[in-house]
Structure formats: structure tokens, C-alpha cells
């Protein structure tokens, strides 16, 4: 989602060139790897404007402030997780796993792990997180929920404990692949999440 455009900035492309939608995309995206490198200590609007390839001037047309220029670009570039209802809890759970993957290994994972450990520090980015966290929830709520109307999964099944073993065991992982390891263990994540999701479901079964 990008920014809803200021008074000044509907005035400038009513009367001068449009805005063009290539170097929104090319901003928002440095602003994320930005801040994925340096965190907010290092995030500022020149750093982005020389990672982007653009001037100040550009950034300052399109966002008032830093805060709202990472705020809007991470929103467009972390992506929530949602349900997806594969027809099967296994299927429903892998389908999961590989979005917190996708999270937390994609991209912009370096600034999805950033967004973890520095959202109380910076206005606004804790509600954005909390979406996040709500998001896995509700996604995982759905899920347990035609589990147990399927009668994959008992009735008193955890919602709290599935999700932190899935999300858990995901962000465990990747975290704790050694630099030498990485590209191995990217090659083999799509075989971990189907192994994560058949260790959890033999866990949950009586």
C-alpha cells in the first residue's frame, strides 16, 4: 500500500510531470533493505535516497516524514500471513509454514526480524506489528478450527501452542543456520516445513 497523496503532492502532478509508480517501487524497496541492514538507528531519509538511486527531494514529495516512509514501505513489502484453506490440515498448515518462510526467510526477512526487536522504539510501527501477530493468529484459528470439524484434531486443541511451535520452530531454524549453511538450507526449506507440520501433527494427536 502506498502513501495517499499529500495536498502539495497533488498540486505538483496536476501541473508537472506525474509521479512515476517505478520509483515509488524502487524507494519503498530501499527503504526496507535500509532499515533490514541498519535498523532504525541507521534509517534515514538520505540513506534510502542514495540506496535507491534517487534525490531527497523525490522521498520528501511522496513522505513527510521517515517514520511514514517506513511505515508505507513496510506494508507493502511485508506481506501478512493469511489463511488458506487447502482442503486438508496438513495442507493448511504447510501452507502456513511456507508463508512464515516467506516472511522470515524471503526478501525483506532482515526487516521483518528488525520489525521484532525494534517496533516499541519507533511511533507507529508497534500497531504494525500487532497486525502481523493477529494476522497468524486469526490464519491459525481458522485452520485449528476445520481441523477439529474435520476431526484431524481433538477439541481442546491449542491454537496459542500450535502457532508457537510452527512459528516457532520456522523462525528457530532460519535464525540459526550458520552463513556457510544458507543456501543449502534454502534449497531444503520447502522439505523442513512439510517435516515441521508432520512432527506437529503427530504431537497433537491422542
Not at 3 to 17: V, Y
Not at 18 to 45: K, Q, T
Not at 164 to 174: F, R
Request: hydrophobic share 45%; with cysteine; charged share 25%.
Amino acid at each position: 500500500m502506498m502513501p495517499a497523496p499529500s495536498h502539495h503532492d497533488r498540486a505538483s502532478t496536476a501541473t508537472g510531470r506525474p509521479r512515476d509508480p517505478e520509483v515509488d517501487r524502487r524507494i519503498a524497496l530501499a527503504a526496507v533493505a535500509v532499515f533490514g541492514e541498519a535498523g532504525w538507528a541507521g534509517f534515514s531519509v538520505e540513506s534510502v535516497a542514495r540506496q535507491a538511486c534517487v534525490g531527497k527531494a523525490s522521498i520528501y514529495l511522496r513522505w513527510e516524514t521517515k517514520e511514514r516512509l517506513l511505515l508505507d514501505a513496510l506494508a507493502a513489502h511485508v506481506a501478512p500471513v493469511v489463511d488458506a484453506d487447502t482442503g486438508s490440515l496438513r495442507g493448511d498448515l504447510i501452507a502456513l509454514a511456507r508463508q512464515l518462510v516467506e516472511l522470515y526467510a524471503g526478501p525483506s526477512r532482515q526487516a521483518a526480524l528488525r520489525m521484532m526487536l525494534e517496533a516499541p522504539m519507533i511511533p507507529g510501527l508497534a500497531e504494525r506489528c500487532d497486525e502481523l501477530r493477529q494476522a497468524q493468529v486469526k490464519a491459525a484459528r481458522a485452520m485449528v478450527r476445520r481441523g477439529i470439524r474435520r476431526g484431524d484434531l481433538p477439541d481442546d486443541s491449542s491454537v496459542t501452542l500450535l502457532l508457537d511451535t510452527l512459528c516457532g520452530g520456522v523462525i528457530a531454524h532460519i535464525l540459526s543456520t550458520p552463513q556457510h549453511l544458507e543456501e543449502a538450507v534454502q534449497a531444503g526449506l520447502d522439505e523442513y516445513t512439510e517435516n515441521l507440520v508432520g512432527f506437529l501433527l503427530g504431537s497433537t494427536r491422542p
